[in-house]
């Protein structure tokens, strides 16, 4: 190396959360992504449709992303990654990023396999984006665009972790936990929590009330980790349920589900079970009646849930990285920080909405969706929607789109949840942030997002229960079916937990959807299933979910339409969607204009070679461009 380019090289100091040394090709976007539901653990490629490194590979790079965002589970994808050889060798975040990061802390410390995870200040990661496509080195807390020397850092080889060294206080049972009193389970367990406690900047530890494990979803690496922790002995020191599976349990031999891997989902269930969890199988613990309520600390799994449970039922639950919460359950002692302390929970940006009249159940997935992506990792405080008095239902669909487009770990309605009787007892010392204004314009923006525009198209499947249906909303698809035949080329599944099955069951609703043609599923949701559920001839889904309706193109390979719960039905019965956006958002002004933007924007994708590129500019314009034109 000459000294130009000796004087030329970059160096960076970061904060090394996993220690390690890395030399690889960079793969950076200045966008969060959920490995969740966006990045397939088969074979590392990245699945979100609307990330901008859709259907790049993993393997072998070095990530650089500001961050991760949706679903607790890209923890478990990560673990998957590692083990399958098919992740990054490291990974350079903006800020601190805790669901991705225990994913790599659980390879290391149960499969001895793990990735260099580096956090660099806003200004230097913004620089190091730029080097996308060149060769970036890791060593320990220093990252680089030229080799570094082998004395530069101390993080070559793999250290040895010394929990003294933290700066988490611990209790008498805490250190004899570690010395191994309560079985091999507890002791990792601890271990992992205290390096999550420290990362997280806890000062001590706190016991929880329940959990709700969203470990049992299959995968080698998850099957590996459920049942090393119930060999180990493990127990859960708290009441325990367990999240929706990858198949109905009770029914997937007679759905045709391949043998080797229903047996296999079986076992991972039955692996949590065995350690004290209850049999609930349900992405939706909030509809239990195990429900937590107003200032429990609980340590739930599952986005959506910890999302509702925060921001609804007032509980208090950090956002767990899937398998912390099972760590937590197995030890009963939580990190005390983020959103279990009072003053983390105040909100720090303002979104004042300008709501539609007569909106339908389409407006929550929607303005959920909406309000998370703007929000980002900010706790927001929403005003504008006091008048309309949201259901359970309404806060389940919002809660679950929030959690897909944002990081946040809850949000505040003023006068609608519990926390927020007032803005000003939303925010901390009653000093409320600048407003960001949202109105329909920019919910169409959305809308549009979601179906690819406005295009009649066939449909082949229509897909209710994610998050798992409820009762109630089984008996308002009955309803709307009432009278009504279901066209003969069109699926219709709901999935949903043997709870709210047996309330529906009870009360008819469940006998009035199957005569109509509706198929059930339980224990099972829609981000885990795959064909043969899924019909192999089918071409395009429809959903009422803010979810299913980001992640299920990536997950299934299917085109995808939204609509409001009569639109599904009504897509049912025709078996075609006409495309066109519900009533509460046709009386626009200006919304001919931005048809006319929209196909303004498509126009590149068809002049342009790399989809994907074009794709980061066009959300990037569709972000704004609402605000610059009226």
Not at 35 to 63: A, Q
Request: hydrophobic share 40%; with cysteine; net charge negative.
């Amino acid at each position: 190396m000459t000294n130009m380019a000796m004087s030329e090289q970059r160096i960076f100091r970061g904060i090394p959360y996993v220690t390690g040394a890395a030399s690889a090709t960079l793969l950076a976007a200045d966008l969060e992504l959920s490995f969740w539901g966006g990045v397939d653990p088969r074979t590392g490629e990245i699945i979100d449709r609307f990330h901008p490194l859709s259907g790049r590979f993993m393997k072998d790079t070095i990530l650089a992303i500001p961050g991760g965002r949706g679903s607790c589970g890209g923890s478990v994808i990560m673990m998957e990654l590692i083990l399958n050889g098919l992740g990054p060798k490291a990974l350079i975040f903006e800020r601190r990023e805790e669901i991705i990061t225990l994913g790599v802390m659980v390879a290391e410390e149960l499969f001895d396999k793990t990735a260099a995870v580096v956090t660099l200040n806003p200004e230097d990661f913004c620089e190091a984006l730029g080097w996308d496509g060149k060769t970036v080195h890791i060593r320990g807390e220093l990252v680089s665009d030229a080799p570094l020397k082998a004395d530069s850092a101390n993080g070559a080889a793999k250290p040895t972790i010394d929990l003294n060294n933290f700066g988490v206080k611990l209790t008498d049972a805490d250190r004899a936990m570690l010395d191994g009193a309560s079985g091999e389970a507890a002791k990792i367990s601890l271990k992992i929590i205290i390096r999550m406690a420290d990362m997280m900047g806890a000062k001590e530890l706190m016991d929880v009330s329940q959990a709700h494990v969203d470990g049992a979803w299959y995968g080698p690496g998850s099957n590996a980790f459920g049942q090393r922790l119930r060999d180990w002995d493990g127990k859960f020191q708290v009441p325990t349920t367990i999240n929706a599976l990858n198949v109905d349990q009770k029914r997937w031999r007679l759905l045709g589900i391949d043998a080797e891997f229903g047996s296999a989902c079986d076992e991972l269930a039955k692996a949590f079970v065995d350690m004290g969890g209850k049999i609930s199988f349900t992405c939706a613990p909030y509809l239990l009646e195990t429900a937590p309520r107003l200032g429990d600390p609980i340590a739930w799994g599952e986005s959506n849930a910890v999302i509702y449970a925060n921001s609804v039922l007032g509980a208090r639950t950090l956002k767990n990285p899937n398998m912390l919460e099972a760590f937590i359950a197995l030890t009963g002692r939580a990190p005390k920080a983020g959103v279990y302390v009072d003053e983390n929970r105040f909100a720090s940006t303002w979104l004042r909405v300008t709501p539609s009249e007569g909106a339908d159940d389409s407006f929550w997935p929607i303005l959920g969706y909406a309000l998370g992506a703007i929000a980002t990792t900010h706790i927001p405080v929403i005003t504008g929607l006091e008048h309309l008095k949201p259901s359970n239902d309404d806060f389940k669909a919002f809660s679950a789109a929030f959690a897909t487009s944002s990081s946040a770990p809850m949000f505040h309605m003023v006068n609608l949840t519990p926390e927020a009787p007032t803005l000003e007892a939303a925010c901390a010392n009653g000093m409320v942030p600048k407003a960001i204004d949202v109105d329909s314009k920019d919910l169409y923006a959305i809308w549009d997002e979601f179906n690819h525009g406005s295009e009649p198209r066939e449909i082949d499947l229509v897909s209710f229960g994610n998050p798992h249906f409820s009762c109630r909303e089984m008996k308002e698809v009955a309803r709307l079916c009432q009278g009504r035949t279901k066209n003969d080329n069109v699926s219709v599944i709901v999935t949903c937990g043997r709870a709210q099955y047996s309330l529906a069951s009870q009360a008819g609703y469940v006998g009035e959807l199957e005569k109509f043609g509706v198929q059930f599923l339980q224990d099972t949701c829609w981000c885990s299933i795959e064909e043969p559920i899924i019909p192999k001839n089918t071409r395009t889904i429809m959903t009422n979910s803010g979810k299913y309706i980001h992640y299920g193109p990536g997950l299934t390979g299917r085109q995808f339409a939204f609509g409001s719960l009569e639109m599904c039905v009504d897509a049912a019965c025709t078996g075609k969607t006409t495309g066109d956006p519900p009533s509460w958002l046709q009386e626009i002004p200006g919304l001919p204009v931005i048809k006319m933007l929209r196909l303004l924007l498509m126009l590149p994708n068809y002049l342009h070679p790399d989809w994907s590129i074009l794709t980061c500019v066009q959300v990037s314009v569709k972000q704004i461009n609402i605000k610059f034109l009226f």
